[in-house]
């Protein structure tokens, strides 16, 4: 958003408050927000998160009525994915506005929760949350996917859905600025003098399947030359914390989430970057941590399932790393040892994710990519 505005549009935001039982309208870098008194959604139980996203809508129409110019008109309504429960309101102000909805799919729902066993296929959940994410993709101008495997997943089970409407939108993020300290200086900042550093930083919920990352600080347990650093924070956080003290994983280390420049200059000292999924997946995730990694130079290392495209594209496409399932969890700590030994190679591994991070990755080649789906029908 901070993109459109730069380029001369006006934008208004609507959002969650940042703090419960606060809310109300303010200018944000120059952004014109709207925030919703809303109940707490992130890092909650599912049941809490699954209540507070089916009460989001009507707290966002409440904070609109509250807050928005009367007279004010638009051309461009953006919504994410997820929550999904939003698409609704954006269809209703597609239509008030007679604007243009472009919808950015990054989550497929309520398939992922399937797949993780939090809701039933034949379930009355399921039936009602599969109903809304049609009329989603119905109401929608135009949707934005992660990968070509997220087009491809929603082509083969939405067989009504208008296939012009689908098109590539890569994840995007600005650069961050270098760091004036080398790998050796921080990695001593830290207490990680000497160390190989395998880094896991973001969500640590569900879908990272923690125990992928747990089985590679048990392996590694008596190398002494080797460790996990896990940042970030999510529902998994607590049960990680529990399982490093219980099983004496002296190797792994465990930090609450970071700003976004402390987090980079962490990330800088790491010579691995980790992706972890659970294996029980049968949509095409698209990690957006990776990006990070890619901005850092940090070769990619990915235990995933078999269903997304995301590792042949980092390993075939990119040549920014490897991936494999956890099944063969003996190819993946080879493919450690071959980085650990190939300071060279694991060079040009994050080099070339910089590179393409530079060339596709950032926030004016999403913005271009938008534009170009809508600059002829929005006046």
């Known amino acids: 958003m901070e993109e459109f505005k730069e380029r001369g549009h006006q934008v208004y935001i609507l959002a969650s408050s940042l703090e419960t039982g606060a809310g109300g309208y303010a200018i944000e870098g120059g952004l014109h927000v709207i925030r919703a008194k809303v109940p707490k959604h992130q890092n909650v139980g599912n049941i809490k998160k699954g209540i507070s996203n089916l009460l989001l809508p009507f707290a966002y129409r409440r904070a609109l009525k509250k807050h928005l ?3 004010i008109q ?3 309504i953006i919504t994410p994915t997820p929550p999904i ?7 209703r102000l597609k239509r008030k506005y007679k604007a243009k909805y472009y919808l950015i799919l990054r989550d497929i729902f309520p398939q992922n929760a399937v797949d993780l066993g939090f809701i039933s296929k034949s379930g009355l959940l399921y039936r009602f949350f599969r109903a809304m994410e049609k009329r989603m993709y119905a109401n929608a101008d135009h949707i934005g996917c992660m990968s070509q495997g997220n087009i491809d997943y929603v082509k083969k089970h939405n067989p009504g859905i208008e296939q012009d409407k689908l098109h590539l939108l890569r994840n995007w993020q600005k650069p961050s600025p270098a760091v ?3 790998k050796q200086e921080l990695k001593e900042q830290f207490g990680l003098k000497g160390q190989f550093v395998l880094f896991f930083g973001g969500n640590i919920g569900k879908p990272q ?6 089985a590679l600080a048990k392996y590694y347990k ?3 030359q080797i460790s996990l650093l896990i940042v970030g924070r999510g529902t998994e956080f607590a049960r990680l914390k529990n399982t490093i003290d219980d099983e004496e994983l002296g190797n792994m280390q465990l930090l609450d989430a970071l700003p976004r420049d402390e987090y980079f200059q962490v990330m800088q000292m790491a010579d691995i970057g980790l992706i972890s999924l659970d294996e029980r997946f049968t949509i095409p995730n698209l990690p957006s941590k990776v990006l990070s990694y890619f901005n850092a130079k940090l070769p990619v290392v990915a235990i995933i399932d078999e269903n997304t495209d995301f590792g042949s594209w980092v390993q075939d496409d990119i040549k920014a790393g490897f991936w494999n399932t956890i099944d063969n969890f003996n190819t993946i700590v080879e493919k450690i040892e071959f980085l650990r030994s190939n300071k060279e190679f694991s060079a040009q591994l994050g080099q070339n994710g910089y590179d393409y991070f530079c060339e596709q990755l950032l926030v004016e080649n999403a913005y271009q990519t938008i534009m170009s789906r809508i600059d002829d029908e929005v006046v």
């Open 69 to 71: 110019p009367k007279d």
């Open 74 to 76: 638009f051309d461009l």
């Open 85 to 91: 429960t939003l698409a609704g309101l954006a269809a």
């Open 180 to 182: 004036n300290k080398t």
């Open 209 to 214: 399947r923690i125990e992928n990352l747990i």
């Open 222 to 224: 008596n190398d002494n």
